[in-house]
């Protein structure tokens, strides 16, 4: 009985161990990221994104990367002062606001190392269907053993705010 308690220890450390491993290859990443290109992970998506899709509208991009609109919406006021996107409202609908990227953008993106997600999926698709699904299962008990399964969360590697974009209900319901 000791045994097996010294062993279950011993693999719970390893899972901390673990975890704490993706946690700081994600910081490390983001701090490489802001240090050589002055951009945050999310905004190197979002410029991406937009150098993929051509122009789009606010509320479009925000479904491409699975944001809420707001975050996007800063994030780009941020990305536009810094002249690597444009912003302008639609001819036909004055309400919606279309996004481009700049050729200064187009620049960046050339330096630019692919984002830690596009890594992670090129390597996450040449595993077996089952070992996807035993890694997917892994994780979503994980999530909810430490009670993460009120986070709003996008498809993509970054730390600080999951989504800082959530409605207040949301807020309250996390104790943020």
């Known amino acids: 009985m000791k045994e097996k308690n010294h062993q279950s220890e011993s693999v719970c450390d390893d899972v901390l161990i673990?975890?704490?491993?993706?946690?700081?290859?994600?910081d490390l990443h983001s701090r490489y990221l802001m240090r050589?290109?002055?951009?945050?992970?999310?905004q190197l998506v979002i410029l991406k994104e937009l150098a993929k899709l051509?122009?789009?509208?606010?509320?479009?991009?925000?479904?491409?990367?699975?944001?809420?609109?707001?975050?996007?919406t800063g994030i780009l006021e941020r990305l536009a002062k810094r002249g690597?996107?444009?912003?302008?409202r639609s001819e036909t609908d004055?309400?919606?606001?279309?996004?481009?990227?700049?050729?200064?953008?187009?620049?960046?993106?050339?330096k630019a190392p692919p984002s830690m997600q596009?890594?992670?999926?090129?390597?996450?698709?040449?595993?077996?269907?089952?070992?996807?699904?035993?890694i997917l299962c892994s994780?979503?008990?994980?999530?909810?053993m430490m009670d993460a399964r009120t986070f709003n969360a996008a498809p993509?590697?970054?730390?600080?705010?999951?989504?800082?974009?959530?409605?207040?209900?949301?807020?309250?319901?996390?104790?943020?």
């Open 18 to 26: 673990a975890i704490r491993r993706i946690m700081q290859s994600i």
């Open 84 to 88: 690597l996107i444009t912003r302008r």
């Open 156 to 176: 993509f590697l970054a730390t600080g705010p999951i989504d800082a974009g959530t409605d207040k209900e949301e807020k309250a319901k996390v104790g943020r």
């Open 139 to 144: 994780l979503q008990r994980l999530v909810s």
């Open 54 to 72: 051509g122009e789009v509208s606010v509320g479009e991009l925000s479904k491409a990367i699975s944001l809420s609109q707001a975050t996007v």
């Open 118 to 134: 596009e890594s992670f999926i090129r390597q996450f698709n040449d595993l077996r269907d089952w070992e996807q699904m035993m």
């Open 94 to 110: 004055r309400r919606r606001v279309l996004v481009q990227a700049t050729p200064e953008c187009e620049t960046l993106l050339e």
């Open 36 to 42: 050589q290109f002055g951009l945050t992970g999310p």
